[in-house]
């Protein structure tokens, strides 16, 4: 599953999708996996559109 940063995202059915049964532990996970909460990554993603080799592999998503 991916999310389209162009788009607004249903951050409650996007985690239901995923199995999760709350976007409380969703956000917590996401959060854990990326740095961000979702709301924040989304604004990364489109401050910072994808190109080829980003977002980078490693380490957290640059806050600034």
Known sequence: ???????????S?????AGYF????FTREFKDFTGHIPTEY???RRRFPAEQGFPPDSGPMPAD
């Open 22 to 25: 709350d976007r409380a532990h």
């Open 1 to 11: 599953m991916s999310v389209d940063a162009l788009r607004p995202v249903d951050w």
């Open 42 to 44: 989304l604004a990364l």
């Open 13 to 17: 059915a996007l985690a239901q999708t």
